[in-house]
């Protein structure tokens, strides 16, 4: 057993595997660095984008965080640049990382690209409706579905607010994955950010369907753009009295170095949910299924 340094065994759900190969395929689709870097530096944490070097050994640099905090594992999403690179990582480093593909409905490749994900021995896949201009109840989207059904593979939402500029809040509502969830039932979907600023709407879904649960990951900079104050424990008090904690998972969104493993997140996280127990959060099993049981259950993943 692993024991990161709050105190728990700890699987991270939520991060991203962003290398010189996603910065490069960004600037070539005509992102602008600097556009980048200014809402990095508005609306995040992180202060300034530092661009990845090429010699970057990317799965090393992560092996080495999760080793400094104690963290048993931790879930990636995973784009096709850099996906060959990831899975020499894993290859390496057995049992540390979990694997999402990211799938856009649009590519005409997007269901090869799931079996490919569930060949490779990916846990899940990850959509971006807000990013790519589609509803998740399109019937165009059910194929993916049904292939993820198929692999016993985890389908992330990001719904809400995001980084990128040219996100469609018009289709950013997590209410748009009830139908999908009555649909297929035997599915389990994870809206990535408690919504992303829309935390009522998932809050309802958790009334409204059995096969959806929401993760924590982020500092969650969305409830500035709320109509009522919130903080991070408020947010999860509502979580565990709406869901339970069987459908509460934790993730941080970690993505950049020099940055690394966001430790703060767990830290903030892991305080805040102590500091509700046991009125909202009834046991130490409570809190092993938000930080670690709920992803591994979801997702079938064996840590080393």
Not at 31 to 37: D, I
Not at 58 to 68: F, P, R, T, V, Y
Not at 172 to 200: S, V, Y
Not at 278 to 303: A, H, V, W
Request: aromatic share 14%; with cysteine; charged share 25%.
């Amino acid at each position: 057993m692993v024991v990161s340094k709050v105190g728990i065994e700890v699987v991270d759900s939520h991060a991203h595997f962003f290398t010189y190969a996603t910065i490069k395929q960004w600037l070539d689709s005509g992102a602008s660095l600097e556009r980048m870097q200014k809402r990095v530096g508005t609306y995040t944490d992180m202060g300034t984008l530092t661009v990845p070097d090429e010699s970057w050994d990317a799965g090393q640099m992560w092996i080495d965080e999760l080793d400094k905090y104690g963290i048993s594992a931790i879930g990636m999403m995973i784009s096709p640049e850099t996906w060959n690179e990831f899975n020499e990582a894993r290859k390496r480093f057995p049992g540390r990382f979990l694997g999402y593909a990211n799938i856009n409905p649009a590519e005409e490749n997007a269901i090869e690209l799931v079996e490919r994900a569930a060949k490779d021995g990916f846990q899940g896949i990850k959509l971006y409706p807000s990013s790519w201009d589609f509803h998740v109840y399109d019937k165009k989207v059910y194929p993916i579905y049904e292939a993820a059904l198929k692999h016993k593979l985890l389908a992330i939402h990001h719904f809400g607010i995001t980084i990128g500029s040219t996100a469609n809040l018009r289709f950013g509502n997590p209410l748009d994955i009830q139908k999908p969830a009555q649909d297929f039932p035997d599915l389990n979907f994870m809206i990535a950010h408690f919504g992303a600023g829309f935390f009522r709407e998932v809050l309802m879904l958790m009334y409204q369907t059995d096969n959806v649960v929401m993760d924590t990951s982020g500092s969650n900079s969305w409830m500035k753009y709320q109509p009522y104050d919130l903080t991070i424990t408020k947010i999860f008090e509502k979580a565990l009295k709406a869901g339970t904690a069987e459908r509460v998972v934790f993730g941080t969104d970690s993505s950049f170095f020099p940055r690394g493993f966001r430790f703060n997140i767990l830290e903030e996280q892991y305080n805040a949910v102590k500091s509700i127990c046991p009125q909202f959060c009834y046991s130490e099993d409570d809190i092993d299924m938000i930080f670690r049981k709920n992803i591994l259950r979801l997702t079938g993943f064996k840590p080393k």
